[in-house]
DNA sequence: CTTGACGCCTCGTTATACAAGGTATAACAA
DNA sequence: TTGTTATACCTTGTATAACGAGGCGTCAAG
């Protein structure tokens, strides 16, 4: 589970220029080194959630193929929001790892 | 939002030693520098569901003032859920960090 | 005698990940 | 021709979970 996390690592894709939905699943899985390998009915509306809060936009497509896509490319305002939600990330993880390598078992 | 993340940062403050539920919210605001400051409706549910879930015990006590406490420990099975999900979350947030980082801009 | 800290609880709202299912086309094999 | 697979999009329903708001009771300090 990505609670909350999926939107940033979609943010995060984006920057990298202009893809696809199905496209996105591939990148992630390869970024993450295998580790995410989302389904579709986790991406789809996850991008349309970015798109009507305006941090992505999208225009129609189509592949090498002739296959019709959905290209997202992000907002200036999603640049600036996937910024904010980096340094979240950071001060996040920080924490947690905090939280769990703080914890020495007790000194019975 | 700690989605997902609660219960392991609770397993692991309970790694310390028994602890109450009010005296988790401080402790996790001071091991994670004041970054978490959990409201007590989402902290007393989580305790609930670990105790359902067997990886935490709870018996009534009482603080030196006389006041009743419901004191949590780890069982065994919560000991090795930790465990667990120490390794989850370490292979989590690297593949987050990984997604996060790889993103160079797009060469314009 | 009221305020605030301690300490517990529950209920309702909201968000969201995801499974399950559906559509359509291209390429390739039987 | 007729699957079957990969590409590519979508929606609906369900389960979970964080959390705000509220309530209950005790004790100490003003």
Same mark, same amino acid.
């Given at each position: 589970?990505?609670? @909350?996390?999926?939107?940033?690592?979609?943010? *995060? *894709?984006?920057? %990298?220029?202009? %893809?696809?939905? #199905? @496209?996105?699943? $591939?990148?992630?899985? +390869?970024?993450? $080194?295998?580790?995410? !390998?989302?389904?579709? @009915? =986790?991406? #789809?509306?996850?991008?349309? &959630?970015?798109?009507?809060?305006?941090?992505?936009?999208?225009?129609?497509?189509?592949?090498?193929? @002739?296959?019709? +896509? +959905?290209?997202?490319?992000? =907002?200036?305002?999603?640049?600036? %929001?996937? !910024?904010? &939600?980096?340094?979240?990330?950071?001060?996040?993880?920080?924490?947690?790892?905090? /939280?769990? !390598?703080?914890? $020495?078992? /007790?000194?019975?």
């Amino acid at each position: 589970m990505l609670k @909350g996390h999926l939107d940033n690592i979609l943010l *995060a *894709a984006l920057r %990298a220029g202009p %893809a696809h939905g #199905y @496209g996105l699943i $591939e990148d992630l899985r +390869r970024r993450s $080194e295998g580790h995410f !390998d989302l389904p579709e @009915g =986790t991406v #789809y509306p996850a991008l349309h &959630r970015l798109e009507l809060a305006r941090l992505i936009e999208s225009s129609w497509s189509h592949s090498p193929e @002739g296959r019709r +896509r +959905r290209m997202y490319a992000l =907002t200036r305002k999603g640049v600036t %929001a996937l !910024d904010e &939600r980096q340094s979240d990330w950071s001060r996040f993880s920080k924490a947690v790892s905090l /939280c769990l !390598d703080d914890a $020495e078992p /007790c000194p019975s």
